[in-house]
């Protein structure tokens, strides 16, 4: 009887977890996670009708989940979480291979919470279930004023706040190239915030669940910060703020860029997340400044190039997206409609002596303006759980683009010479892309799996252009461009998975990608140019990952195909072939692995290679007073491209082949000290060697120190030294180091 009972008992645990979670295939279903406060009511009903008699009545109405973390049962008995599991698996117990559930007893401290004045023995606090009329002695009724200020407590909104703060100044001391310093680090010697957070928590009462505000490097070149307001059943707001700033300073051809960026998004969901209409915001703003390259007169039987040409651009971007989402039946689903408007100003200006007469100026003023605007829209379905999984994704714009352009240049030839251009350009571009990614559990060690992607692009572009020539005479001259840019992509594989066991899981399947391309020409071809053809490619895919041994795994990845033409550019693999495999032991604290990578890719028409290797090893430990880790990688890389870039004038220009041959070793380690007592010490470093084409070295290295001074105050100090070398390769003037010193205090609240 009693074993039958405890049989019963575990089955009603378990099923009102899962009844509380929905079903969950036997495969993929982790560990029942089990409510233990509901589960108490449900197994003990004796005895949660006896606490209903008693004067601790008013328990079962209080909320100790903020306070305890623990529900009305758990405040007094403590930590449920081991009987409830043990009831939950009472046909073990009944056979003994586990211990018989027991329900854990009250502690001395748990009375105290409530009577801390005087001394009650545990025993004043059974909650029996006591018949009507079988003259039992009530029982006593201390502390009644305390539970009549926890159900008052417990209704009166409230607010728990938490957070932290690291304030502190960075001095930095730079010797070498100032350019390349900005173009590779960018810190200045600044007061910084380098980290803060502010959260509240709010009671069943209160106005909302949780506040947050956040942001991290506030001071630097780069940084963000963020706000979010959440209700569960009312509303949600999230927004960011972003800037960054970006330089390229260092020798070279092109050897000026200052950028700067900012965006802004802004989403407002209103209503329970079961059903939720919102409507987000993006404002996107990218000021620049560059130094480019121009063709001087191109009049000129061999034309010339004019280098340190100022263009500065200007980016206005705004996206507005209304929808609703939510989850039901077992499904999470989007569906948002949006607008697009996007305006780009770009000008060219140069002046210099004119080749053919350095008597006569040479220049240009250029200025081209871009809108680009139209509607978008976005849908995504999706199922997380069950013997069927699957996210099926979507998207579409539908834009429109106009461009006005407007200029003068000046030159000499034969004679001294003006030119003024006018020109209006007209397009349209449509964009869409679809995702499915899907699971079928076939049986309990079988699984289906698919990932498919498609991509359909094209953009056609009308532009009429009129030049108007004064010299001796005066010649107007139109030119009128028109030409479509076109790609669609389809990558898809199957993969089948089998799982006899936890320990062993392998995959294997077959994919295949087809891309056809379209790119504009505007001028004649040369013999290699590029302009339209497919690319196909297909072959395997299989993983592995296999616990051999109580401490070792192997993982091992590989395939046969991929495609990377997600953008319009020369590079676009013909062929390509990736593999991977991992070899790691883990004991407790300790690790280790070993790995190697490999992948290829090529395409004949554009002349492109690529043959990468890397392998390396990683190991670490971690204690109570020490932890430490270390890796080395070694890589093997030949890169190559034809260029369309020509970096000498010449009447017949010819394609450049341009690209990397060399090998890099990379060595990394990290060493934590403490705490001891308030202090703790780190000490790090990592160090890149690349030798061949390309001879450059690099080296980082950091050491910090903390003492915790406050019960809620911390004081830091860290530094690092950071060095560039690359006098290796012939090009000096870009080497520096830098020494940086951040002295800060850490808040928390």
């Known amino acids: 009887m009693r074993r039958g009972f405890l049989s019963l008992t575990g089955l009603a645990v378990v099923a009102l977890a899962a009844t509380s979670r929905g079903q969950q295939s036997p495969k993929a279903a982790p560990p029942p996670q089990i409510d233990h406060e509901l589960s108490c009511r449900v197994c003990h009903p004796g005895a949660v009708r006896g606490l209903r008699q008693s004067p601790h009545a008013g328990l079962l109405a209080a909320d100790f989940t903020a306070t305890t ?44 919470s409530c009577h801390p004045d005087v001394e009650q023995p545990t025993s004043r606090g059974l909650h029996l279930l006591q018949i009507v009329g079988s003259g039992a002695a009530p029982l006593p009724t201390p502390g009644r004023e305390r539970l009549q200020e926890i159900a008052e407590a417990a ?19 730079r010797s070498g190239s100032r350019g390349a310093f900005r173009t590779d680090l960018d810190l200045p010697s600044t007061a910084l915030l380098r980290d803060f957070e502010l959260r509240g928590s709010g009671n069943v009462e209160a106005a909302f669940d949780q506040l947050r505000f956040y942001g991290r490097d506030v001071g630097d070149p780069r940084w963000d910060v963020g706000a979010s307001l959440h209700d569960a059943d009312r509303f949600d707001v999230e927004s960011t703020y972003s800037e960054a ?21 802004t989403t407002v969901g209103i209503g329970p997340t079961t059903l939720q209409g919102f409507l987000s915001y993006t404002d996107r703003r990218d000021d620049g400044f560059w130094l480019t390259r121009r063709i001087g ?174 010299s001796t005479t005066t010649v107007t001259t139109s030119t009128r461009i028109s030409d479509r840019t076109a790609q669609r992509l389809l990558d898809t594989e199957l993969r089948l998975s089998w799982r006899p066991i936890d320990e062993f899981e392998l995959g294997v399947g077959y994919g295949l990608a087809r891309e056809q391309l379209r790119v504009l020409a505007p001028g004649p071809a040369d013999p290699m140019d590029f302009r339209r053809g497919e690319l196909d490619d297909d072959g395997f895919v299989a993983d592995l990952r296999w616990q051999f041994a109580e401490h070792w795994t192997l993982r091992a990845e590989g395939r046969d195909f991929v495609t990377d033409g997600v953008e319009l550019h020369e590079l676009v693999p013909e062929r390509s072939r990736f593999a991977k495999a991992h070899l790691d032991w883990q004991n407790d604290d300790q690790r280790a692995g070993v790995f190697v990578r490999h992948r290829h890719n090529d395409n004949d028409v554009s002349g492109h290679r690529l043959d990468a290797f890397a392998t390396g090893v990683t190991a670490g430990t971690m204690s109570e007073s020490v932890t430490w880790s270390g890796s080395y990688t070694f890589s093997d890389t030949v890169s190559r491209t034809r260029t369309n870039f020509y970096f000498d004038p010449d009447p017949n220009p010819q394609p450049t082949i341009v690209g990397f041959d060399g090998e890099t070793h990379t060595w990394t380690a990290d060493l934590t000290l403490g705490p001891w007592d308030d202090w703790q ?69």
């Open 69 to 112: 973390g623990q529900g009305a049962c758990g405040s007094c008995h403590g930590d449920l979480s081991a009987h409830a599991n043990a009831a939950g698996r009472a046909g073990e117990a009944s056979r003994g291979t586990i211990p018989l559930p027991t329900v854990p007893k009250v502690s001395p401290s748990a009375c105290a």
């Open 155 to 173: 209704a009166e909104p409230r607010i728990d706040w938490s957070g932290f703060a690291e304030l502190g100044y960075r001095f930095v001391h």
């Open 245 to 265: 700033n970006y330089r390229y300073d260092a020798a070279g051809d092109y050897h000026r860029v200052d950028r700067d960026s900012r965006d802004w998004t």
């Open 297 to 470: 007169d191109r009049s000129l039987p061999v034309q010339t190039f004019v280098d340190g040409v100022a263009s500065p651009r200007r980016f206005r971007g705004h996206e507005g997206e209304l929808g609703v989402r939510g989850h039901a039946a077992g499904l999470r689903y989007l569906l948002g409609i949006g607008y697009v408007d996007e305006r780009t100003r770009n000008r060219w200006t140069y002046s210099q002596p004119s080749t053919a007469n350095p008597a006569f100026p040479a220049s240009e003023d250029l200025r081209a303006n871009s809108r680009l605007d139209g509607p978008t829209a976005r849908i995504l379905v999706a199922r997380d759980d069950g013997p069927v999984q699957f996210e099926l994704s979507g998207t579409y714009r539908d834009l429109e683009r106009n461009l006005v352009t407007s200029g003068t240049a000046a030159g000499f030839d034969t004679a001294p010479f003006t030119t003024t251009t006018d020109g209006t350009g007209r397009g349209t571009g449509r964009l869409s892309t679809w995702a499915l990614e899907a699971t079928i559990e076939l049986s309990p060690t079988f699984a289906l799996q698919s990932f498919t992607q498609y991509r359909d692009y094209e953009e056609r572009l009308a532009l009429d252009l009129t030049d108007v020539r004064t």
């Open 681 to 749: 010490a780190e000490l790090g470093g990592a160090l890149t060697r690349t030798t061949g084409s390309l001879q450059v070295t690099t080296a980082d290295f950091r050491a910090g120190v903390t003492w915790r001074c406050t019960e809620s105050g911390r004081l830091g100090c860290e530094w690092r030294r950071v060095e560039y070398d690359d006098r290796g390769a012939g090009a000096p003037g870009d080497d520096w180091t830098a020494d940086l010193l951040f002295v800060y205090w850490r808040h928390e609240w």
